[in-house]
């Protein structure tokens, strides 16, 4: 990261009237989170996947909970634990006192699934959670489109055979086999109606502002909807960017800055400046 690079990003943040965070898999590293890029890194982090040779992409299907639910929960099941667990990051406090500095606050855009900005403090009324979010269940079935807190469910979980130990969580409308409301491979029975309303509340932030800041962090070129939302501020909303990626920080404009960084040391360096 040269100096020239991040008195920009920092001129851009003074300049901003509203903080948008778009956020990948890239933000949770730094608090401790696995990293499923490949299959290396996915069966690091579930070692009983990788003796069974099953891929993320697999494992993370409705079919599984069909074919073997005590193994689809576990899996699950151990990351519910594990967010729940987590204590976010410094940068999180970061990003959320630039927002308190802009006139129109801080709004998320994230294609993680682990309620870190909720426990970091956003407003949960201003997160869109584009492949929706462990923290909220619904039938696997589904026999309609309820979607419910996960909060009354603590799954136990023998991490070592990534098997759920006692009873899977189940629909109270018919009885089935509930399931994280996440939008997985090979999905086409996800409820969308909470990511909807909150794209609707984005949208109309996004209105309201003039000059919109998208800080992107951790968001690959392999997974595209985080980046494909920072490029639809950028063209609709006159929007400006701040990238920050270890591996793919290239910015389309000179008005925009790429800073090749994982997330926290880019916060830390960007708010030494403000
Ligand atoms: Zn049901």
């Known amino acids: 990261m040269d100096t020239a690079n991040l008195e920009h990003a920092a001129a851009l943040v003074q300049q901003a009237d509203l903080l948008i965070v778009a956020a990948g898999a890239g933000m949770g590293v730094?608090?401790?989170?696995?990293?499923?890029?490949?299959?290396?890194?996915?069966w690091k982090a579930y070692p009983a996947l990788?003796?069974?040779?099953?891929?993320?992409?697999?494992?993370?299907?409705?079919?599984?909970?069909?074919?073997?639910?005590?193994?689809?929960?576990?899996?699950?099941?151990?990351?519910?634990?594990?967010?729940?667990?987590?204590v976010p990051h410094a940068g999180f406090k970061l990003l959320k006192q630039w927002g308190e500095r802009m006139e129109q606050g801080a709004a998320v855009f994230t294609s993680n699934v682990d309620g870190q900005f909720q426990k970091a403090g956003f407003d949960p009324q201003r997160i869109l959670e584009c492949h929706g979010s462990i923290h909220h269940l619904q039938c696997l079935e589904p026999c309609g489109d309820h979607i419910w807190p996960a909060d009354g469910y603590t799954p136990q979980v023998d991490t070592a055979s990534c098997q759920l130990l006692n009873a899977a969580p189940t629909c109270p409308h018919c009885g089935a086999l509930a399931r994280p409301n996440i939008l997985m491979f090979g999905d086409s029975g996800w409820i969308e109606q909470r990511a909807s309303e909150q794209e609707a509340r984005l949208e109309a932030l996004l209105r309201k502002a003039r000059k919109p800041l998208v800080v992107e962090l951790g968001a690959g070129v392999a997974i595209p909807s985080v980046r494909h939302f920072g490029q639809t501020v950028i063209r609709n909303h006159n929007g400006r960017m701040i990238r920050i990626n270890p591996r793919e920080p290239q910015v389309a404009s000179p008005q925009d800055v790429g800073l090749a960084a994982n997330a926290l040391a880019a916060l830390s360096a960007i708010n030494a400046l403000l």
């Open 50 to 86: 990788g003796r069974a040779r099953m891929e993320f992409t697999s494992v993370a299907s409705p079919a599984t909970f069909h074919e073997d639910p005590a193994l689809a929960w576990g899996f699950y099941g151990h990351r519910l634990n594990l967010y729940r667990d987590t």
């Open 30 to 42: 730094d608090s401790g989170l696995p990293d499923f890029r490949g299959n290396d890194g996915f």
